[in-house]
């Protein structure tokens, strides 16, 4: 038996047609002496309806041992019926079982809302049968789509960099470490040194991949292991490649509004029409705004999600850049504003609301410069040495950023956990599914 026709293709043209579908079965009502069986293939749902008087007495009871979520094949008789999704039914001749569901899943398919995540997560390929994730995943397909479609056109090569590396990219504690044949590896947090390098060769390179992060944080906007997607371009600065990244941003939201057009309405969202240019906040205004709020924070600190959620203002539920970060508490990489003002970077985050999308920042591309940052940073020069010596021989001025993929689609869909719009999280307590 082989399908014939998808969900999307069973209309009322087949009207009087046979048709074979497959799928599983996502909801069944029993009516006594008829059965109405939703089946649901990747395209959405088909409404079989089974009467004892228009079938076998074996197919009946076939029918009426059907479970939900067992994976099954239909060949049967196209009618058209108003009610029925896109305005068809089909009357089954025939009935093949593929597999059998063994348990009731402890959670409800059809529902928008469900009961605790960890329930879910240890069901997820189950869990991910719910119209609710399935609209959250296609939306992040387009999303990976178009920002390959926009940065190919604008001139970049996509790359892959390893994944298992020798030492600290940004020089953090928090690294995985694995065993590399007779030493000491550790995985990747980010492909920040490889793709500088490979400006030199290409100028403008990208990678879309997984990068790995040991924060032991629980919070509902960290992972261990996130797709991250990088950019570094050749002979710009900071401004250049916010200029980049905002455009890129709207790119994906208008590509997602014009191809997931029934996910988000199913989603009830409706994407804001974003213009350019995203409003730009130097870290000082943000610190001045704070004070005025009467918020305890110096100059040099951080900001924490909490304290920017709690400065209100207009940027909530919006992109926005703060700009021109203290050098202290940036990496290594990352150019100061100049040798009159050393204690200021040219970098930049994109937010939405209190959420950090994505950090960029011009990199020094000079050897003394980086040498000096690394030692003033308490870094192991050594350690860095494949890094340093190809700035022997002339590594372009440049600019770039690293974009969570997640944290995206969380600002779009507005979901506030992150493993809601990650196929398999992984994070301090999670290791499986």
Same mark, same amino acid.
């Given at each position: ?8 293709? +069973? ?23 008829? $059965? ?15 009467? #004892? ?10 029918? $009426? ?51 605790? +995540? ?10 991910? #049968? ?6 959250? *995943? ?63 060769? *290409? ?9 790995? #992060?040991?924060?032991?944080?629980? =919070? ?20 250049? +490649? ?12 208008? @590509? ?30 943000? /610190? @001045? ?31 926005? *850049?703060? =700009? ?9 990489? /990352? ?11 040219? @970098? ?13 920042? =011009? ?71």
């Amino acid at each position: 038996m082989r399908r014939t026709h998808y969900s999307s293709e +069973i209309n009322s043209d087949l009207h009087d047609n046979e048709a074979i579908i497959m799928g599983w079965v996502s909801s069944i009502r029993d009516h006594g002496n008829m $059965q109405f069986v939703t089946i649901t293939d990747r395209y959405g749902d088909i409404q079989v309806v089974a009467k #004892r008087k228009e079938c076998t007495e074996e197919l009946f009871n076939q029918i $009426q041992q059907l479970k939900e979520h067992a994976s099954v094949a239909i060949r049967g008789k196209v009618k058209s019926q108003v009610k029925a999704p896109n305005g068809t039914e089909v009357i089954p001749l025939e009935l093949r079982v593929f597999s059998m569901a063994k348990k009731t899943a402890p959670f409800i398919i059809q529902s928008k809302t469900s009961i605790g +995540i960890d329930t879910r997560l240890n069901l997820r390929a189950v869990d991910l #049968r719910r119209n609710f994730l399935k609209s959250i *995943f296609r939306i992040r397909n387009t999303a990976l789509k178009t920002t390959r479609e926009f940065l190919s056109e604008h001139g970049f090569i996509e790359v892959n960099t390893p994944k298992m590396i020798a030492t600290a990219t940004e020089g953090g504690a928090a690294l995985f470490p694995i065993f590399y044949y007779d030493r000491e590896a550790f995985l990747a947090q980010s492909p920040q040194l490889y793709k500088e390098q490979l400006t030199m060769a *290409f100028e403008n390179v990208f990678e879309i991949g997984p990068i790995f #992060r040991a924060e032991p944080s629980r =919070t509902n906007r960290h992972l261990s292991e996130a797709i991250s997607i990088d950019v570094e371009q050749a002979f710009v600065d900071y401004n250049d +490649i916010m200029r980049l990244l905002e455009k890129m941003i709207i790119f994906t939201v208008d @590509s997602i509004k014009e191809t997931n057009k029934n996910e988000l309405e199913y989603l009830n969202l409706q994407l804001p029409n974003l213009e350019l240019p995203f409003p730009k906040y130097s870290y000082s205004n943000i /610190v @001045s705004k704070l004070h005025e709020a009467q918020e305890h924070i110096k100059w040099g600190d951080d900001l924490s999600p909490q304290i920017i959620k709690d400065l209100q203002n207009n940027r909530t539920d919006a992109f926005y *850049f703060i =700009t021109d970060w203290p050098t202290s508490i940036k990496p290594f990489y /990352v150019k100061t504003k100049g040798e009159k003002d050393e204690m200021m970077c040219e @970098s930049f985050d994109l937010m939405y609301g209190s959420l950090e999308i994505s950090s960029g920042s =011009t990199r020094i591309n000079r050897k003394n410069d980086l040498l000096k940052r690394m030692k003033k940073q308490g870094l192991n020069v050594d350690a860095f040495d494949y890094h340093l010596r190809v700035f022997d021989y002339g590594v372009p001025p440049h600019a770039g950023f690293g974009l969570g993929l997640e944290r995206l689609l969380m600002a779009i869909t507005k979901c506030d956990n992150i493993r809601d719009v990650t196929l398999y999280p992984r994070d301090i307590d999670r290791l499986t599914p």
